[in-house]
């Protein structure tokens, strides 16, 4: 081991601020650098939260030889430049989700990172969470029998603002890139378990949702994936309507709920909980995953003993390149689905 990996944040949003407030709980990592566009920006970040050098642009920071590893938290359609920039100047990289906009980009930012031999993780915390590793468990115990439907959401009510990221296309909006990523990568991660693989891929992607008649980005969209082994999954997301963020999972022999799936607290600890109900028990079974920490001191910790491993990519259940692609391809025909497509993307 070669001491703490210092790590430098590019950008300075409030997603970046929960994993400055996960990274002091680290073992594995510390925060040397923040870079921002606007200097002032920097200066208070790096004022509330101790980081000893605070720069005005992004290029600064990457030229920093110190900076070993790279937070991008940009909006997502910045993702693959400055990650191919830093991957070029050796940063290994904890990219936020979704890693790129489609999976063209994708495989362009793991070039990058195989080529200039640097580490490369998409940022789905709760995967290095260890509620998620617990629910693997039970799933190739057999818990609940065949898995056979997977019902996931993650959607919430933002109050609609054309200029912001969230509701702008040009800045990447819409829900299925912002948190429908997530029930896309969790169902996939459990039919994966289910059929005793790391993850899997589906077989086919059907959808239906609600375009915003001003700015065109999804407000809310359900789609349905259909596996091997006759597993399905209905994933639902939104930005413009709050819905009951539970994972329930049902088998041959019971279900499973998951109340608090994708364990997004970001100012303190985040326990999980798996409700096992099998078929005929008089109650359920509750079992509590504690943990001191959030997800995002486990996902740097994730990426910190890996870096030192000398490892590209990051064990399961954490994203993994070939994850992370599957991912992408399964939200690009969610959104072909629903006739999104963004200005960039088209010829």
């Known amino acids: 081991m070669k001491g703490k990996v210092r790590w430098g944040l590019l950008a300075t949003g409030a997603i970046a601020r929960a994993f400055a407030r996960g990274i002091q709980h680290s073992q594995t990592g510390e925060l040397l650098a923040v870079g921002s566009r606007a200097r002032a920006k920097a200066e208070a970040f790096g004022a509330e939260f101790n980081v000893p050098r605070r720069y005005g642009s992004y290029e600064e920071l990457l030229a920093d030889r110190d900076v070993e590893a790279v937070y991008i938290s940009t909006p997502h359609p910045l993702h693959a430049e400055w990650a191919i920039k830093a991957a070029e100047a050796g940063k290994h990289l904890l990219v936020e989700k979704p890693l790129a ?28 969470h260890p509620q998620t590793a617990r629910l693997i468990e039970l799933l190739r115990q057999r818990e609940i029998g065949d898995v056979c439907v997977i019902a996931a959401t993650f959607s919430f009510h933002a109050d609609f603002n054309p200029e912001g990221r969230l509701w702008n296309k040009a800045l990447g909006g819409g829900a299925i890139l912002d948190v429908g990523g997530y029930t896309t990568s969790l169902a996939r991660l459990i039919a994966g378990a289910a059929l005793g693989r790391p993850f899997a891929d589906p077989l086919a992607v059907t959808g239906a949702g609600h375009l915003h008649p001003q700015t065109g980005v999804d407000a809310w969209a359900v789609g349905t994936l259909k596996f091997d082994g006759g597993i399905v999954a209905q994933v639902s997301t939104g930005l413009g309507v709050a819905q009951e963020n539970t994972v329930r999972i049902y088998g041959s022999a019971g279900q499973m709920t998951l109340p608090n799936p994708y364990l997004t607290a970001r100012g303190g600890a985040a326990p999980g909980r798996i409700v096992v109900q099998k078929r005929g028990a008089s109650a359920p079974l509750e079992i509590a995953v504690d943990s001191p920490v959030t997800s995002f001191t486990h996902e740097a910790d994730v990426c910190g003993r890996a870096i030192r491993s000398g490892l590209q990519e990051a064990p ?27 200005e960039a993307e088209k010829p």
């Open 316 to 342: 399961a259940p954490a994203m993994s390149w070939a994850d992370t692609l599957g991912n992408l391809r399964t939200q690009d025909a969610w959104r072909a689905a629903i006739g999104l497509r963004y």
């Open 101 to 128: 906009m489609n999976e063209y980009e994708g495989q362009l930012m793991i070039e990058a990172a195989r080529a200039n031999r640097v580490f490369l993780m998409e940022a789905y915390m709760y995967r290095c």
